[in-house]
Each structure stands twice: as C-alpha cells, then as structure tokens.
C-alpha cells in the first residue's frame, strides 16, 4: 500500500471492534480528550454477545472456569446427557490445542482467582459510576440475583454454594420463601431452595448500554467507521489500520475484535488461542419475571432476566466453529425447559446464537504487544464481557497513555501462551 493510499491523521486511536468492550474503551478514551477511531464491520453492539448476553453483571464470579472439580465433573454437563456443555466429537481434533491449554489452567485456579477478581468484585460499582456520569443510571438494577435449585437435594446444593462463596468473600443470603414458593407452584416440585447474591445487577438491555457509551464516545468526538480490519501493519512509530483497501494511521491501535483478534495479532507473534464458545437466547416479549432481577435455574443452567419489555433467557456453552449455523434442537430445547419452567415461551419467540471469545484459562486478554509497536488489546472476556467492559476500560486506556495501571497486568499478557 503505497503512502499517497494512507488515509487521515496518524494522531488518533484506533479501536479494531465496535463490541461492548470496544464501546467502553472509545468512551473511556475520549472522555480524556482523545482522537478516537472506532472500526467495526457491523454498528456498534449489534452482532455477538455483546448484543446477545443475559444482561448480568456477575461480581460474583471471581474464579476462572477451568478447575480440578470441573475436570472431574464436566461429563454431566455434556448435552449428551441433558446438560448445557456441547463438545461435539467432529470439533475434538480441531479444539485439542485450546482443550490442553483448559487442563492445564485447571491446575491454577487458585493462582488465577485474584487475577480475575480484581476485575470482577468491583464491576458493578464501577458500571453504576459510569452510567451516572453517562446520564443513563436507569440501564442498570441493582437487586442483586438469584440462584435456584428444584429436587431433593436442592438444599444440600444451596448451602455448598453459599459456602463457597463465603469462602471467596461473596456476600449471599437465602432467597425469600415468596420466590421459592412460586418456583413451586409454576414447576410443578415440592421442593426448592435459593440463594439471593445482593451485589450483583443486570442491565435493562445490553445494547442500550452499549450505545450509551459508544454515544458518548461520539460526542466527546470520537469517529466510527464500517469497514473490516483485515490487518494491521507497523508505520514506524505508528500503526497501519488495512480496511477496505486503504491504509489508516494510527498513533496506537486497540485489538478489541472478539474471535477474529487471533489473526489480526498473530503477525506480531502474540498467541491469542480463542475459541468461540457460543451461546444461545430465546425472548419472551411481555412475559412477567418471577422477580426483578435475573434467576438462574441451576438445575438447568438456564438465567432468566427481566429486560425492557421482555424476558430473555440465556443458556448453552457450545463449543462451535465461529460463524456456523445455530443448532435449532437447542432453541426448541430451551423453550421446552422453559415452558416446564413455568415460562410462557411460544413457539413464535425468537432464537439467537452468538460467540464469546474465550481464551484456555477463563482470564481476559489486556496488554500490550511487545516491541515497539503502540499496539495493544483487549480479548477473550469470555462470560464476561458485560460485566468487565467499564474495569477493562478503565485498564487499557490507562495502559494507552503510558499510565501505570491500578492492578497487576502480568496475569492478563497474553505472553503467557507462548510466542505465536
């Protein structure tokens, strides 16, 4: 690409991905008085799971996945036996590099919990300030959340699970007999127990809350364009942004592009081994909540939010290729499950499948490439992406202006894979 094809200034920021982390960071960003560039090839939070998510806002959850008990346990989780997990045989050879990589993360749970709990505990508060100074405080409802099991055991779960989280500082209290009384009478189960986490929260809509911060993002005058990044290049001291045929200079550049960051990083020599681990939501337009905040159906694995005229129930960890089609036999599962559920979900309600961007080890991808490109990113927030867009936000642009940030980085280098 020839100099006289470079498009515009090279001051500006560019952020490679319009999902709720990008969102974020081109507000966080600009609110202290940077050129921002936000390029996605589809309007801001409108594909994904940045689109697509349940809504909560889980400062609950401190631990990475990949554990020893999950290692021992999974197989019950499979779809094979009526479970969430779907690990189809054809992906096996295919996903084997990201699946040692899992195992091995097992083994450091203990090590890479503060890590991520550094991020997480504080996500809703930092979340509420944002949206105060956004002007939109309506978007978030901090009721907290709720978990509930059905059955015979269903106390025996509820009070392992609390004590787990005791041990991890999570607040949690039982959830009041009015709910579990109504889990009974719509299920059809004599027995239930529950657990209220009241830290937590949920969004009214997650692209809402998107479009907050990309609006205000905009106002403070970052630009956005359509177009996909197919590469970036180093322009000496600065970044070259290929889209479309034309170049565009950067003074730094931001990977924030979910699944498809691999490629885009990986001719620096940066690992970026994310899978896109997918989900799966069905809505019910006008349908009352059981509460006013989100319920997860731990029997199964289905979180249930009361979003803006709708509810939306959110399930699955599909370990599909990125881009396949959605698998129909999960939507007309979920909407069975839910209708046992006591749900009122007909067959007219629509499905929807998106892709998280999960690395191995369950820990975001926030860092800096090494070298002297002014190139940086921040990838792979798994179920998380919702909950640690504003902490993330907050990390990165401190790591874009030279800051030094407010918690320990080194765990989040995405080094820690190897060279690519």
Known sequence: MSPDQHDGSGERIAIIGAGIIGCALAWALAREGRRVLLIDRAEPATAGASFGNAGHIACEQLEPLPSPAVLRTFWRELTLFGGAVDLPVRRWVALAPWLARFIQAAFHQSRNTPALAALVAPAANALEVALRELARPELLVRHGHYVLWRGRHAAERAAHTAAGAQALGVRTGPAPRELLQAVCARGGTGEAAGLHYPDSGHVIDPRQLAAALAGAAFQAGAEF??????????????????????????????????????????????????????????????????????????????????????????????????????????IARLRVRLNALGYRCAMAHPGWVGSRPTLPDYLPGLGRVPGEAPLFYAVGHQHLGLTLAVPSAHVMAALVAGRRPALDMRPFDLMRFGRG
Do not use: W
């Open 225 to 330: 364009r359509q177009a996909e990044v197919q590469e970036l290049t180093p322009l000496g001291a600065r970044i070259g942004v290929r889209a479309e045929g034309r170049v565009v200079p950067a003074a730094a550049a931001v990977v924030c592009a979910g699944v498809q960051s691999q490629p885009l990083l990986a001719r620096f020599g940066v690992p970026a081994p994310l899978t896109a681990e997918r989900g799966y939501h069905l809505e019910m337009p006008d349908a009352p909540p059981l509460i006013d905040a989100p319920v997860l159906h731990a029997n199964h694995n289905i979180i249930v939010t009361p979003m803006q005229g709708r509810l939306r129930a959110t399930s699955y960890l599909e370990f599909e290729r990125h881009g396949a089609a959605p698998d129909p036999r999960k």
